[in-house]
């Protein structure tokens, strides 16, 4: 998790290549109660589509002073554009517009770092055996930073991808927007055309390499 703050009124995070905003921190900056910014969001999602609350609003939670466990959201910058509209009071425009750039901002640097990345990579027809075997443990090492749900998401999409499907089906198959099929593509493209093989390929080196490490350590021992 990268934390960007742009200025000393708006702080975002970022997971899996998608920015957020804390609701602790919207109630903080726009002067309201905790409580009041939840109730805000549970009548946003409850009067728009499921799915839309789904990937906008994620549940998240904290601990507060007295050490209890309590909830809030993680919003993405749709989110907070629909929860904007209910924020009102001193300065609240100029808050809103902050936001608006931070969140601007910090996509521009994430697309930025992915087209880097890509173009780091050769297609995957033009990889040495040896080559190969180091990216699928590239591809190993930035599923493992996906949380479990969103790393079986990603595996589907792009399985389905290699297949030839179209990000329309995807998106209708797996029951998400075709923005978060796009997202997932754009990240994982350098392994689009064998993301089965090497996911597979990582794994097993992982295996491998694990059980020759303690082989090794037990010769060493004797």
């Not at 890509?118 to 040495?128: E, H, Q």
Request: hydrophobic fraction near 35%.
């Amino acid at each position: 998790m990268n934390t960007l703050p742009m200025t000393a009124a708006t702080e975002l995070i970022v997971e899996q290549d998608v920015p957020y905003v804390s609701s602790l921190k919207v109630a903080e900056h726009f002067d309201k109660q905790h409580k009041n910014v939840l109730r805000l969001i549970q009548k946003i999602s409850a009067e728009c589509s499921p799915e839309f609350g789904r990937l906008n609003f994620e549940p998240s939670s904290y601990v507060n002073a007295q050490g209890k466990k309590q909830p809030c959201y993680n919003i993405t910058r749709a989110g907070f554009a629909s929860l904007a509209l209910s924020l009102t009071g001193k300065d609240a425009l100029p808050k809103k517009i902050r936001y608006i750039e931070a969140f601007e901002a910090m996509e521009t640097r994430i697309r930025e770092e992915l087209r880097r990345e890509v173009k780091s990579l050769k297609r995957d027809d033009s990889y040495t055996p040896r080559e190969r075997v180091f990216l699928a443990g590239k591809l190993k090492a930035m599923l493992d930073r996906e949380r479990p749900e969103r790393r079986e998401l990603v595996s589907r999409v792009m399985l389905f991808c290699q297949v030839g499907d179209n990000q329309a089906w995807i998106a209708k198959t797996c029951r998400i927007s075709r923005y978060v099929v796009s997202r997932i593509v754009r990240r994982y493209a350098p392994f689009k055309k064998n993301f089965v093989d090497m996911e597979l390929t990582g794994r097993a080196y992982e295996r491998f390499a694990l059980e020759a490490g303690k082989e090794a350590s037990h010769e060493t021992l004797r």
